[in-house]
């Protein structure tokens, strides 16, 4: 019986934590993105956003957010926001992509960006594989 109930928590544990360190993930980089993004970008079309909204934002075709005024060096790019697309853009998104009008962010440390990266992947729940093709 004991080891019935101990073999059960085993198998509990596995799973349970793996979940506990993408919570802890996603929460950091929700705090991450509150306090680098979140004053320029809303994560839906319910708020305001001087930025556009970045729900569904990986795998989304850069400047596909229906009714959003983006630069023409932002919508004629043809990216798709993959993760390393998304990294590149948080380290350096004036040189990745000159002419667009966001500011420069510089977020340089992988650390910061996997833990924003998190974040933006729970908050993308339509599959976008469709056009990331
Ligand atoms: C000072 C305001 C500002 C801040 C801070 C900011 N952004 Fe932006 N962001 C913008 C604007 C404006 C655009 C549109 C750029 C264009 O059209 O060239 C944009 C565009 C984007 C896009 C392209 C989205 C699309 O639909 O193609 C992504 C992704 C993005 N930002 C991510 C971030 C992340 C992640 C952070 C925080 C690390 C951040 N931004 C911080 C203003 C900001």
């Given at each position: 019986?004991?080891?019935?109930?101990?073999?059960?928590?085993?198998?509990?544990?596995?799973?349970?934590?793996?979940?506990?360190?993408?919570d802890i993930k996603i929460?950091?980089?929700?705090?991450?993105?509150?306090?680098?993004?979140?004053?320029?970008?809303?994560?839906?079309?319910?708020?305001?956003?001087?930025?556009?909204?970045?729900?569904?934002?990986?795998?989304?075709?850069?400047?596909?957010?229906?009714?959003?005024?983006?630069?023409?060096a932002l919508e004629a790019?043809?990216?798709?926001?993959t993760p390393a697309a998304?990294?590149?853009?948080?380290?350096?998104?004036?040189?990745?992509?000159?002419?667009?009008?966001?500011?420069?962010?510089?977020?340089?440390?992988?650390?910061?960006?996997?833990?924003?990266?998190?974040?933006?992947?729970?908050?993308?729940?339509?599959?976008?594989?469709?056009?990331?093709?």
């Amino acid at each position: 019986m004991k080891l019935t109930i101990l073999a059960a928590a085993a198998l509990l544990g596995g799973p349970a934590c793996a979940d506990t360190y993408a919570d802890i993930k996603i929460s950091a980089g929700k705090a991450l993105f509150d306090a680098e993004c979140r004053r320029c970008h809303a994560v839906d079309a319910d708020h305001a956003s001087y930025g556009p909204p970045l729900e569904n934002v990986v795998g989304r075709a850069a400047g596909s957010y229906e009714g959003y005024d983006y630069s023409i060096a932002l919508e004629a790019s043809g990216i798709v926001w993959t993760p390393a697309a998304l990294r590149a853009w948080m380290e350096d998104n004036a040189g990745f992509m000159p002419g667009t009008k966001m500011r420069h962010v510089g977020i340089d440390d992988r650390t910061v960006q996997d833990f924003i990266l998190s974040y933006l992947t729970s908050i993308t729940i339509r599959d976008n594989s469709a056009i990331s093709k």
